[in-house]
């Protein structure tokens, strides 16, 4: 141990303010020459200067994961949310499929697991087909009838058009006018979820009346009765995420976010230690790139991937220092 | 590892270890004016820096070690030694899964904890710092939108992270940590 070098107290409010520097900006290279110089003066000053430089990294950590703080702030809000995760793993916005007119389709659409296809309705209304779903389009004089077979779907309503547009999920029917919302098929219940505007849903075990579900809302229809969940804008962002392609995961357990990256990745990946599927995961991933998710994970949590039988299996390193 | 693996691996690794390792140093070290906990928590930091961080297999238990050698040389080079604590300093012992994964478990906890700190920090410093983690503004649009100097900017985060890291020596729950019984965790005497 060096003999203290100013107090403690002072070691820490320096350790701090160079923590701060480093991690927000370049240093200047007069800075850069009172770091070392300070740093080389005691190793007191490098493990304060480590320990402060883990809590700013720390805190980071919790902002991601927290929803609360940011809707704290008064009028600052990021457009886009993605470029929290940039650093998370393999990202790229990409659309796959893309304008594929659907009457070349014969009404029914159906999409494999790893891809995401856009359909241009003939109103000009756009539904967006998640992985592994299947929808039918059935236009008339009289509405505008979408059934979704399986999976889930995202529709953007085109204003303007007298014909109501429904979509029907089993025996729930959604009408909306002017809307965005999406319709999917959840554990055998059926999801809807509002973005914008409103729709009344009816049908479903338990929702004799239409209900109104508005902005942000999300309505479940199960059998054991509907349940209405307030979403944050956020949230509902990252729930439909899926229409650009990309799977968000925002603090879900690891075991959930498989359990979704699996929905789309032809490799399946599986995580066998079950401390680890709790774990909470941040990142951004392209629909059907399971590789990329099980090696990000691995990244975050000091795991290794191995390859068996086609399955990605994530563990926890042999010697890891987590374990 | 590179730099930011490392502190990264600090945060994870490390820090929620460390209010329990200052507990424990404060039991040992009651009395001995020479040695400070601060002192002995900042060269342990130091000395895991300089480690191969990926052959550290538990890094609670590694923090526990470096801290007690840190003692022990302290002790060794002071003349009043008791007896006693170099025996106790001598057989720590810990059984530390069950603590490891009650940490980890408590990502809740630790947003509540952030937020409740955040919310105590003075005025000034708490906008600069929810603007840049929350808003994830630059410093020149934080000083913008404060209107003032970035290099103030600089300096109210600076003061965020210094109340930060004066909060994060104890934990939030310490007093339902110390509920459950120590020795569950830990094993205390000779074998």
Known sequence: MTVSSGSGDDIEAAAAAWAVRTATRELTQDEQQQLDHWLAGSSRHLGAYVRAQAIWSDTDRVAALDEVSRNDLPDVRPPIRWGRFAMAASVAVALIGGGVGYDQLAGRVTTSRDEVRRLVLDDGSVAVLNGDSALQVRYDGSARRVVLRRGEALFEVRHGDPRPFLVSAEDVTVRAVGTKFAVGFEDGDVEVTVEEGEVAVAGGPATAAPRLVRRNEQLVAAAAGARRAMLEPDEVERRLAWRQGLLVFDGQSLGRAAEEVNRYSRVPVTIDDPTLARAEFVGVFRIGDGRAFAHAAAQAFNGEVHEREGRLHLMRQQNSPSH | ?191
């Open chain 2, 1 to 191: 590892m590179d730099h930011s693996h490392r502190v990264r691996w600090f945060a994870r690794e490390v820090l929620p270890h460390e209010p329990d390792v200052r507990r424990w140093l404060v039991a040992r070290l009651r009395g001995l004016e020479s040695c400070d906990v601060d002192e002995v928590i900042q060269e342990a930091y130091a000395r895991m820096w300089a480690a191969d961080l990926d052959k550290v297999v538990n890094a609670r238990a590694y923090l526990f070690v470096t801290a007690r050698h840190i003692v022990g040389e302290h002790l060794r080079r002071s003349r009043i030694v008791s007896i006693e604590l170099m025996a106790d300093l001598e057989v720590l012992n810990i059984v530390d899964d069950e603590v490891n994964a009650h940490r980890r478990l408590s990502g809740k906890q630790e947003i509540e904890r952030l937020n409740e700190i955040i919310s105590r920090l003075p005025p000034k410093c708490r906008q600069a710092f929810q603007l840049k983690k929350f808003g994830e503004l630059s410093q020149r649009e934080i000083a913008q939108r404060m209107g003032v100097a970035e290099s103030t900017v600089e300096k109210h985060l600076a003061k965020a992270l210094r109340i930060l890291g004066q909060e994060m020596k104890t934990t939030a729950d310490e007093a339902e940590v110390s509920d459950v019984d120590d020795s569950k965790f830990w094993k205390w005497g000779r074998h």
